[in-house]
């Protein structure tokens, strides 16, 4: 799915691949966070068809609002909320200043936790 923007100077298509992309700039550049983890397979039929899981962003477009979905390893010794709180802030501000959208949520979801 794909949104559109009229601007004085024509139109603007932005695809959910580039707010995912700026949504994993935007995360990765977070202190505390290692990097994006996989999704979790959502069925065993995954498995059994050895299908590839998907990438640790989703982003969705739901009744007209955008939703961003981030799965991350983290560092250990951290605290986790101050990380997930950090990313949400930042991961908001730099979409919303990037596409000039507004979001409705960003959820993060700590996958890993990891010693570094």
Not at 87 to 116: C, H, M, P, W
């Amino acid at each position: 799915m794909e949104t559109k923007n009229k601007t004085p100077f024509g139109g603007i298509t932005i695809s959910e691949e580039a707010i995912a992309s700026a949504a994993v700039d935007a995360a990765t550049s977070c202190y505390g966070v290692i990097g994006i983890a996989n999704q979790p397979p959502k069925s065993w039929l995954r498995e059994i068809f050895n299908v590839d899981p998907e990438p640790g962003v989703v982003v969705k477009k739901v009744s007209g609002s955008w939703h961003v979905s981030l799965y991350l390893n983290v560092m250990y010794g951290l605290k986790l909320t101050e990380i997930i709180t950090s990313v949400q802030d930042q991961v908001k501000y730099s979409l919303e200043k990037t596409f000039d959208i507004k979001f409705k949520a960003i959820n993060i979801y700590i996958v890993g936790v990891e010693e570094r």
